[in-house]
């Protein structure tokens, strides 16, 4: 039985806890954030894979303190283990994580790396803002979720706005670069639809440390057969300060990431993340670079995508009213 402390404790984690939309919203605050710093650290780290193994590999060792932390938390206060932790997982539970660990965190990252290596940065950012439209195809085919024409609308708005930052789409044109890009946001896309249902049997800090836990170890297996394996040894104090301060900006990503897509629709917690660019372009202002007018359109888009966000999905929360009692 819970003590009166661990009753009380639990009660008041669950007021504290914030909606999924915001706390996408949060999580969407931590990308523009981590995109603005990482666009200082890869000018440190001369290799984008060892720099994004070693960043990995941060996160999944705080992910891992963390639930460590909460499972001994737990047992100091005797709270019983929740129903997520005490289920039995069956084949397809395996098989989502083990997606969601060695394709979500490892293979995709290694596209999208070895992707941007070949084509410019717009872009790479073009088709990674996509991911977003694989998310509503297949959050509407799988998780059934309904996409409305408020959906629509927010996903035109929030990439348009994308577009009119970054300066365009970049050169589209069939490459092996631009395929990579392709594929890796297409995976990323899977995975929202597979961590959302894996969700309904694993908590999401496990979730979490699967995906850096797993991701991590195919990285390092990829630098080994790349014979650069080395290269996570011979980093300066300076390039494993950048890791380490993007690391924990990256657990601080999926630790919220992974919590907002279990409380909200994949396709408005989706729609939100596409809004990232507003932070980091933000923070590019306030270090000197100009707002010019194209800017300023930009970000007028994202206010009215994220409004659309909202009430799609507070429209979606609404009782069907032509449905049939049951």
Do not use: C
Not at 77 to 96: E, T
């Amino acid at each position: 039985m819970r003590t009166k402390s661990a009753t009380l404790s639990a009660q008041g984690a669950q007021r504290l806890r914030l909606p999924g939309l915001a706390l996408a919203g949060v999580t969407a605050a931590i990308s523009g954030v981590s995109v603005f710093v990482n666009s200082y650290a890869l000018h440190h780290v001369p290799r984008a894979d060892v720099y994004t193994t070693v960043k990995n590999l941060v996160a999944a060792f705080v992910i891992a303190g963390v639930l460590l932390g909460a499972s001994a938390l737990r047992r100091s206060d005797k709270v019983r283990p929740s129903n997520h932790s005490r289920a039995h997982l069956g084949l397809a539970q395996i098989a989502a994580l083990a997606y969601i660990g060695i394709v979500g965190g490892g293979v995709a990252f290694i596209l999208g790396f070895d992707g941007m290596a070949k084509i410019n940065a717009v872009s790479a950012a073009f088709m990674h803002d996509t991911l977003v439209i694989w998310v509503a195809i297949f959050a509407a085919v799988f998780l059934f979720e309904r996409i409305s024409a408020w959906n629509i609308a927010a996903v035109v708005v929030l990439i348009g706005g994308a577009v009119v930052i970054s300066g365009g789409i970049g050169d589209l044109s069939p490459s092996s670069g631009l395929g990579m890009e392709l594929g890796a946001t297409v995976l990323w896309g899977v995975e929202v639809v597979v961590a959302k249902r894996v969700m309904a049997r694993v908590t999401p800090r496990q979730v979490a440390l699967v995906r850096m836990g797993g991701g991590s170890l195919v990285l390092v297996a990829y630098l080994a057969l790349n014979g650069a394996l080395h290269g996570l040894f011979a980093l300066t104090m300076t390039q494993l300060g950048w890791a380490l301060f993007t690391g924990l900006l990256l657990a601080a990503y999926v630790g919220t990431w992974l919590p907002a897509l279990a409380r909200a629709r994949a396709i408005d917690v989706s729609s939100i993340l596409v809004a990232s660019a507003f932070i980091t372009t933000l923070l590019n202002a306030a270090t000197g670079h100009p707002l010019g007018a194209s800017t300023a359109l930009g970000l007028s888009l994202f206010a009215l995508g994220i409004a659309a966000v909202s009430l799609a999905s507070r429209r979606s929360r609404l009782p069907n009213t032509t449905a049939t009692p049951a």
